[in-house]
């Protein structure tokens, strides 16, 4: 069976800083792994996917999000937080092998503190 | 493009009634899928649908049930409401195994 795991519930920066978002993720295969986010009241929106190539991705709104094989991990990254960056952030994976659901993490709500 | 659609956006219903939620996916896409979110529980999956077949299904009770016509828009249903299936409905569309888009949701309050 596949997972996801988001082990931060919440993650604080300052404005400014580097953020981080960690995921790790199980599958027996080989995955596919995405990032969304989500405004309140809103749906999800697409950030960005890893399907195979490039281990770092780049996505929307200067978000980028690295694959590590090894480490089974796509932690989202951003070089510079914005206070509009504040939103709940959902990793998600599904198995490239056969007609696998997608699985999403609980979620890390971003909190980027002026 | 239009985005994903649902209808209607707010719903309250009461204990024993039953709903039916719609859900108009991007045009081209072939696979729909259905979340409930809770603040408690996070975003769990309902069924997923492609092309009229039922492709996945979650751990639901049989009270929620799915149904995609051949036009790719696809309705859930939960009959027999509980307090417990309060919750944003989300219905996500996309191309295959590409990434989901997902509509605005139906927020479902069971009184």
């Known amino acids: 069976a596949q997972s996801v795991a988001q082990p931060e519930d919440q993650v604080n920066v300052a404005e400014g800083n580097p953020l981080t978002v960690k995921c790790t993720y199980s599958?027996?295969?080989?995955?596919?792994l995405f990032w969304y986010v989500q405004y309140p009241n809103r749906g999800l929106q697409f950030l960005l996917k890893?399907?195979?190539?490039?281990?770092l991705v780049k996505g929307s709104y200067g978000f980028e999000a690295e694959f590590n094989k090894s480490q089974t991990s796509f932690h989202l990254k951003k070089p510079s937080a914005l206070v509009s960056d504040s939103a709940l952030y959902f990793c998600?994976?599904?198995?490239?092998?056969?007609?696998?659901?997608?699985?999403f993490g609980t979620g890390t709500k971003l909190q980027v503190i002026p | 493009k239009a985005g994903v659609t649902q209808t209607p956006r707010y719903l309250i219903k009461t204990r024993g009634q039953q709903v039916t939620l719609s859900c108009s996916p991007i045009?081209?896409?072939?696979?729909v899928s259905w979340y409930q979110q809770t603040p408690g529980q996070g975003l769990q999956f309902l069924f997923e649908?492609?092309?009229?077949?039922?492709?996945n299904k979650g751990n639901f009770p049989g009270r929620f049930s799915g149904r995609q016509f051949s036009n790719s828009r696809s309705e859930m249903n939960v009959s027999t409401l509980e307090l417990g299936d309060s919750a944003l409905y989300l219905c996500?569309?996309?191309?295959?195994?590409?990434?989901?888009?997902f509509g605005p949701g139906t927020r479902l309050t069971v009184l």
């Open positions: 996500a569309s996309s191309s295959n195994y590409n990434e989901q888009f």
């Open positions: 599958v027996s295969g080989n995955p596919y």
């Open positions: 890893y399907i195979t190539g490039d281990n």
């Open positions: 998600a994976v599904r198995d490239i092998g056969g007609y696998q659901k997608v699985t």
């Open positions: 045009s081209g896409h072939r696979s």
């Open positions: 649908y492609f092309s009229e077949t039922q492709r």
